[in-house]
């Protein structure tokens, strides 16, 4: 598997790597000297992006995912900070760091420090930014207050809540105690940088404060001075936890303290207080990963148009590679991939633009057959040769773009199909009514109210179809999604919610009917009971040369015997047909 190739917004390459049973994230860039970077609970890397950039020119950046953050998995149970840097130290092991410069902000540098202190021997030097100095009736009460819980509700406020909790800390010393001797000196973040802070909170799940909580029960002034190794503390009027006069002047023979004010410069500021000559490994590399069986790894696939994310159980024989249905991601394909690796391997993609997967590159208009040519160059990757396809809805498309351009698909499966009128058809959807209303944007404002919109959207679509025709005709009568299930997908849409229209669009556009007749493989086509998508799939099994139509049960384990009973059929070989234009 190849991992590498420039893809976060800024600039940074993604990867995964596991260590003691639990699979890691972080991102990277530059050459030199590594200087390994946390940020603070329960912010992703991504919030580090700025200063790993600032740092690129002359160290080899590496911003983690501390445990149960961004795409880290979390440790379990009540964690302390000693198991947070415990695991922190797992991972230099994992990248072959044995010593390195280290960078903590806010509770990350609570991390940091316990690094320093309990693993001196791989740190290099150490920068504690905004380091939280508490007393502790101030810690008693942080870890009582701080993190409140944000149970999904179906009207949304969790939603404004999380976005209420994330702006609130950026005006106020401590976010619960709004008032004018409590706010903080300091620029209000931009929606994009708030819009990032929610969107880690709701991948964090229930386990967001885990972190916070370990960070408030610890004390940070005895490890101050046990620390042997090089250590710069660095303090802000804009500090977001530490009151004002809390400061720690006594530096010791090992360290210094320093205050850098908010502002534009202060990642070029911190730059400064790195060691770049201070003994460092100048290198790091990416381990080779044995998942355990049946677990589901994940990885990126470096593609000439951006990064792939990858979820794959490994086994043995012909691979089934699934396509999800947009807006969401291969996550909510893993209980499906369960069931049908039992008797081989299963890869899902995060089609692009949705998920952890680069949108395309440039401004467009795309076609389905680009997200294609994107999901074949990742399996050229992978060295994939026969295989099985599946795809769902938008995924179902993309399958039928991919079958026809790829030799060596063999047999393919097509859940939820869709047809759509061009002024001789009123009885499928209507493609211009679709494309004029069924893809809002959700730029990120100040208040968060585009993503309580993007919520209803999403939610629409559970009570109408399509989800924009809100009246007697749209009604959709069938069961009502489980909450818990809906919060899940809607964690996936707000990933991409800049991007999620893209293959969207694609879809709204494709000719569906024309494509079908090309592809070349026995072809499954089946729908639930529920989507509304199985009207009209019948017709297009018809379409197929060597297509069948089958009506699925309600449960996954019922779904994916009809699919394994399909998949152990004969197969014909492939045929490949020209795209054709703008496709």
């Given at each position: 598997m190849t991992e590498g190739a420039a893809s976060h917004p800024s600039g940074l390459?993604?990867?995964?790597?596991?260590?003691?049973?639990?699979?890691?994230?972080?991102?990277?860039?530059?050459?030199?000297?590594?200087?390994?970077?946390?940020?603070?609970?329960?912010?992703?890397?991504?919030?580090?992006?700025?200063?790993?950039?600032?740092?690129?020119?002359?160290?080899?950046?590496?911003?983690?995912?501390?445990?149960?953050?961004?795409n880290s998995h979390s440790l379990g149970g009540s964690p302390t900070l000693a198991d947070y840097a415990d695991a922190v130290a797992e991972n230099l092991g994992a990248l072959g760091i044995d010593r390195c410069h280290l960078?903590?902000?806010?509770?990350?540098?609570?991390?940091?420090?316990?690094?320093?202190?309990?693993?001196?021997?791989?740190?290099?030097?150490?920068?504690?930014?905004?380091?939280?100095?508490?007393?502790?009736?101030?810690?008693?009460?942080?870890?009582?207050?701080?993190?409140?819980?944000?149970?999904?509700?179906?009207?949304?406020?969790?939603?404004?809540?999380?976005?209420?909790?994330?702006?609130?800390?950026?005006?106020?010393?401590?976010?619960?105690?709004?008032?004018?001797?409590?706010?903080?000196?300091?620029?209000?973040?931009?929606?994009?940088?708030?819009?990032?802070?929610?969107?880690?909170?709701?991948?964090?799940?229930?386990?967001?404060?885990?972190?916070?909580?370990?960070?408030?029960?610890?004390?940070?002034?005895?490890?101050?001075?046990?620390?042997?190794?090089?250590?710069?503390?660095?303090?802000?009027?804009?500090?977001?936890?530490?009151?004002?006069g809390a400061r720690i002047t006594a530096t010791g023979p090992h360290g210094t303290v320093v205050s850098l004010p908010p502002g534009p410069d202060r990642s070029l500021q911190l730059h400064a207080l790195f060691d770049a000559t201070g003994g460092a490994d100048r290198s790091l590399h990416t381990p080779a990963r044995t998942p355990a069986a049946g677990a589901i790894e994940r990885g990126y696939l470096t593609t000439r148009r951006g990064q792939v994310l990858m979820r794959r159980i490994a086994g043995s024989g012909r691979p089934l590679v699934m396509l999800h249905a947009s807006p969401t991601s291969s996550a909510l394909l893993e209980?499906?991939?369960?069931?049908?690796?039992?008797?081989?391997?299963?890869?899902?993609?995060?089609?692009?633009?949705?998920?952890?997967?680069?949108?395309?590159?440039?401004?467009?208009?795309?076609?389905i057959g680009d997200f294609a040519a994107i999901v074949n160059e990742a399996l050229d990757i992978l060295e994939v040769c026969e295989l099985d396809l599946y795809g769902t809805h938008t995924g179902a498309l993309i399958a039928v773009e991919a079958a026809i351009a790829r030799r060596g698909v063999r047999r393919l499966i097509l859940e939820g199909v869709t047809l759509f009128d061009d002024g001789d058809r009123p009885d499928l959807l209507p493609r211009a009514e679709l494309l004029a209303n069924y893809l809002p944007t959700f730029e990120p404002v100040w208040d968060g109210t585009h993503l309580t919109a993007a919520w209803h959207f999403r939610r629409a679509f559970t009570t109408y179809w399509p989800w924009f025709r809100r009246s007697r005709e749209g009604i959709r009568w069938v069961p009502m999604v489980e909450l818990a299930a809906f919060h899940r997908g809607f964690v996936e849409v707000a990933k991409r919610l800049d991007t999620y229209h893209l293959p969207y669009r694609a879809a709204l556009a494709y000719p569906t009917a024309d494509r079908l007749r090309l592809i070349g493989v026995p072809t499954l086509i089946a729908a639930h009971p529920d989507d509304?998508?199985?009207?009209?799939?019948?017709?297009?099994?018809?379409?197929?040369?060597?297509?069948?139509?089958?009506?699925?049960?309600?449960?996954?384990?019922?779904?994916?015997?009809?699919?394994?009973?399909?998949?152990?059929?004969?197969?014909?070989?492939?045929?490949?047909?020209?795209?054709?234009?703008?496709?």
């Open positions: 390459s993604r990867h995964f790597a596991d260590v003691a049973g639990r699979e890691f994230h972080y991102l990277r860039s530059g050459s030199g000297s590594v200087a390994v970077l946390l940020g603070a609970f329960p912010w992703s890397a991504g919030s580090l992006a700025p200063l790993a950039e600032a740092l690129a020119g002359d160290f080899t950046a590496v911003a983690m995912d501390l445990p149960g953050c961004g960078y903590g902000t806010g509770t990350g540098a609570q991390v940091a420090l316990e690094v320093a202190v309990r693993h001196a021997g791989r740190i290099a030097s150490v920068v504690l930014d905004q380091l939280p100095l508490l007393e502790d009736s101030q810690r008693d009460e942080m870890a009582e207050r701080f993190c409140p819980r944000f149970d999904p509700s179906w009207d949304g406020a969790h939603i404004a809540a999380i976005w209420w909790w994330c702006r609130e800390q950026s005006l106020f010393r401590t976010w619960y105690r709004p008032a004018a001797a409590t706010r903080l000196d300091a620029d209000e973040p931009p929606p994009s940088v708030l819009q990032r802070r929610a969107g880690d909170v709701l991948r964090a799940g229930d386990g967001y404060g885990d972190g916070l909580r370990a960070a408030f029960a610890h004390s940070p002034a005895g490890s101050l001075g046990r620390l042997e190794v090089p250590w710069t503390l660095v303090t802000s009027p804009a500090d977001p936890l530490t009151p004002p209980p499906l991939m369960a069931e049908l690796a039992r008797g081989r391997p299963v890869i899902a993609l995060d089609t692009a633009g949705n998920g952890d997967s680069d949108p395309p590159p440039g401004d467009g208009p795309f076609h509304p998508l199985q009207a009209h799939s019948p017709e297009a099994a018809d379409l197929v040369p060597n297509g069948r139509w089958d009506a699925l049960p309600d449960d996954i384990a019922g779904t994916a015997a009809r699919y394994e009973e399909f998949l152990a059929g004969p197969s014909s070989p492939s045929v490949t047909v020209s795209p054709v234009a703008g496709q």
